[in-house]
């Protein structure tokens, strides 16, 4: 049984930071992409940022320069540290990763956090 526990997130002003951490816990093979999704009320769930497991990374648009994804492939984690957060940046931001556990053979799986809100204020 695999598991992502997430935290952080929380209410700030416009102008201010946060940051969100994930935990991945459980019968872990390996950890291959990990990454960082939003879903904003009345929108479809997006790509905010994405890290492989030899450190490249992908960022929406949207956030480049004031978002950083990071790993830590030892504790089996991923963290997003988000400056300059704007209004537009509330959502419902939710962990992912891809994952390969043995069961039997190996198998690879997609698994979601239950998310965390973060909420920004003009």
């Known amino acids: 049984q695999v598991q992502l526990v997430e935290s952080g997130g929380g209410l700030v002003q416009a102008g201010g930071s946060l940051g969100l951490s994930c935990a991945a816990s459980?019968?872990?093979?390996?950890?291959?992409?990990m990454g960082w999704y939003r879903q904003a009320p009345g929108k479809q769930r997006e790509l905010v940022a994405e890290?492989?497991?030899?450190?490249?990374?992908n960022y929406a648009d949207s956030v480049k320069g004031r978002f950083t994804i990071s790993r830590d492939n030892a504790k089996n984690t991923v963290s997003l540290q988000m400056n300059s957060l704007k209004p537009e940046d509330t959502a419902v931001y939710y962990c992912?990763?891809?994952?390969?556990?043995?069961?039997?053979?190996?198998?690879?799986?997609?698994?979601w956090g239950q998310g965390t809100q973060v909420t920004v204020s003009s």
């Open positions: 459980g019968s872990i093979f390996s950890i291959n992409a």
């Open positions: 992912h990763a891809e994952i390969t556990y043995r069961l039997l053979v190996f198998n690879t799986k997609n698994y």
């Open positions: 890290i492989t497991s030899g450190s490249i990374t």
